[in-house]
């Protein structure tokens, strides 16, 4: 079975600052798909970002982005100028088959906290 | 965009009775619906995977006369929490799919309390 693995249960970061949220996964598959989640209080999840390890070239959403390294099973998210609406608990995800629209396996989840 | 609206939001049961949870894709046809649970500043756990027209497929150590899942039509998933016990109160998110390259939707969640 997949496994993905979320080492930080928590975080932290300064409006404006910059920080990296880790997440690695095992899997088989040479081609997959990889997520990035947001879960804001609302508890409402919310998709950030999304990378197919077949694209040598990290995904970007305005101020998210990818580092992933395939060789080391390793995703990490990136969130570049924090706002205090980023605050918020995040999860990686690997689907199923590697595919885009299989079960997801979600990691532990890292909880964002944001000082003014 | 796809949405997924989950119905209800929070509801408050007493314990031995059984609560009904509504999935509906408003715009798109999921041909596959996804259920979790999910505690407090947890992960969510994935409980079974319904297709349009066939039986859930459950997870390990989830009970299928507990949680029943149907999935009649390619707009409505209900998720049937049965003989509902203290235990049992837990946030419930669905999730539908169309397939390839569609992604996931995710519905807004229900917040179920045994008491």
């Known amino acids: 079975a997949q496994t993905v693995t979320q080492s930080q249960p928590e975080m932290s970061v300064q409006e404006a600052e910059t920080v990296t949220l880790s997440c690695t996964y095992d899997t088989s598959e040479s081609d997959y798909y990889l997520f990035w989640y947001k879960q804001p209080p609302s508890r409402q999840m919310i998709l950030v970002i999304r990378q197919e390890a077949y694209k040598q070239q990290n995904a970007t959403e305005n101020r998210f982005s990818v580092n992933f390294q395939k060789a080391a099973k390793s995703f990490s998210l990136k969130i570049s100028d924090s706002q205090l609406g980023d605050a918020a608990m995040y999860f990686c995800?690997?689907?199923?088959?590697?595919?885009?629209?299989?079960?997801?396996?979600f990691g532990q989840g890292t909880i964002l906290t944001v000082h003014p | 965009g796809a949405v997924v609206s989950q119905h209800p939001s929070r509801v408050i049961c007493k314990s031995g009775t059984s609560v009904k949870i509504e999935c509906r894709s408003l715009d798109f046809q999921a041909t596959t619906m996804f259920w979790y649970r999910q505690f407090p500043k947890q992960s969510l756990m994935l409980m079974a995977t319904s297709n349009e027209g066939s039986k859930a497929t459950y997870e390990q150590g989830v009970e299928k006369d507990k949680f029943l899942i149907n999935h009649a039509s390619l707009t409505l998933s209900t998720l049937t929490v049965t003989s509902a016990h203290p235990e049992d109160s837990s946030f419930y998110i669905c999730s539908a799919t169309q397939g390839f390259d569609y992604g996931y939707t995710f519905g807004s969640g229900t917040r179920l309390t045994v008491v």
């Open positions: 995800a690997y689907p199923a088959g590697g595919t885009s629209y299989g079960k997801l396996t």
